[in-house]
T-cell receptor, first 109, second 117 residues
């Protein structure tokens, strides 16, 4: 499974968009990009995943570059409850999730 | 639909003992994976079961084992507990996928917090 690189921490003002970057330069053609988040001591929560095209759901948008070597998770209007560790993971079909250290997002009032 | 249920939520055991943790997946999900989370190592994959067979295995010693039953419920067992086994143990379930899209999201339970003293 490809490795991912994320900044260790980021701040965001409440109500603004949070843009969380992820590099996955060694991703292969059949690997998907997944995003999860974990609020302290709870189980990770699925956010979104995609292969090539940009994806949007009720929680977030996922923008994947054309060469698929990086992606950005966008939380359009961050709230205090979005404060969490965000994990970007690449995963092949049916493969295991390999978690890195993630990005600790702090949403501030 | 009920989520992934892990029992017990908290457990305290003594070094040398063994422990069994249980995971009930979301109804209809046939894949169950287990993860260990510690402050030092983060979230690490233990193993995955699908239709009662181990499909993937992480890099953990043989003291860590698991199984899956015909109703997809899974258990993991840790024998001869060590202090370093203190961790949050997480279980995730996923559906089998449909057609060419076998890449489905995994849903996590709240975990079992194991403390070894």
């Amino acid at each position: 499974d490809a490795k991912t690189t994320q900044p260790p921490s980021m701040d965001c003002a409440e109500g603004r968009a949070a843009n969380l970057p992820c590099n996955h330069s060694t991703i292969s053609g059949n690997e998907y990009v997944y995003w999860y988040r974990q609020i302290h001591s709870q189980g990770p929560q699925y956010i979104i995943h995609g292969l090539k095209n940009n994806e949007t759901n009720e929680m977030a948008s996922l923008i994947i570059t054309e060469d698929r070597k990086s992606s950005t998770l966008i939380l359009p209007h961050a709230t205090l409850r979005d404060t969490a560790v965000y994990y970007c993971i690449v995963r092949n079909q049916g493969g295991k999730l390999i978690f890195g250290q993630g990005t600790e997002l702090s949403v501030k009032p | 639909k009920a989520g992934v249920t892990q029992t017990p939520r908290y457990l305290i055991k003594t070094r040398g003992q063994q422990v069994t943790l249980s995971c009930s997946p979301i109804s209809g999900h046939r894949s169950v994976s287990w993860y260990q989370q510690t402050p030092g190592q983060g979230l690490q994959f233990l193993f995955e079961y699908f239709s009662e067979t181990q499909r993937n295995k992480g890099n953990f010693p043989g003291r860590f084992s698991g199984r899956q039953f015909s109703n997809s419920r899974s258990e993991m067992n840790v024998s001869t507990l060590e202090l370093g086994d203190s961790a949050l143990y997480l279980c995730a379930s996923s559906s089998p996928g449909q057609g060419s899209n076998m890449n489905t999201e995994a849903f996590f339970g709240q975990g079992t917090r194991l403390t070894v003293v």
